[in-house]
């Protein structure tokens, strides 16, 4: 894993022997079949790759094709101007901002190590996809 600034994103960069594990924490093949992880972009958005080799960002919440946006990358993760503040943390949102979270509350900012970022990300994926489902309070009347 490579990471630090560029420009103005931090970018975390898996490198291969670590894109399907972090594919797999990431539960990717469910939210978005047909991509892998390949890192992140400023902690709100995964670096996916689609089969061509292609890169995009998708929000972390919600996880979902219809936000894909191609990325370009750097072209060596020697670009990357490292930070020790950061390495091996993630910002998280504790209320996802898709569900009304603040990005600007301090107390609605916690820092998560890629273990627990990964398990947040689904779990609020899961919600994102459960809410979707139900029939709105609208629809019914």
């Not at 960002?57 to 894909?68: A, C, E, H, K």
């Not at 820092?111 to 489902?133: G, I, K, P, T």
Request: glycine share 8%.
């Amino acid at each position: 894993m490579t990471e630090g600034w560029f420009g103005d994103d931090y970018l975390i960069s898996f490198n291969e022997a670590e894109i399907a594990s972090a594919s797999d924490r990431y539960s990717i093949s469910r939210f978005i079949p047909g991509y892998q992880v390949i890192g992140l972009r400023g902690w709100d958005d995964l670096i996916v790759k689609d089969s061509a080799g292609l890169a995009y960002t998708v929000p972390s919440v919600p996880m979902d094709s219809g936000f894909l946006s191609r990325c370009v990358l750097p072209e060596a993760e020697s670009s990357l101007v490292p930070d020790e503040r950061f390495f091996g943390k993630i910002k998280w949102y504790v209320q996802p901002i898709v569900f009304g979270g603040d990005p600007n509350l301090e107390k609605n900012v916690t820092w998560v190590n890629h273990e627990q970022h990964a398990q947040a990300v689904e779990w609020w994926n899961d919600l994102y996809r459960s809410a979707r489902s139900q029939p709105s309070a609208t629809a019914e009347q």
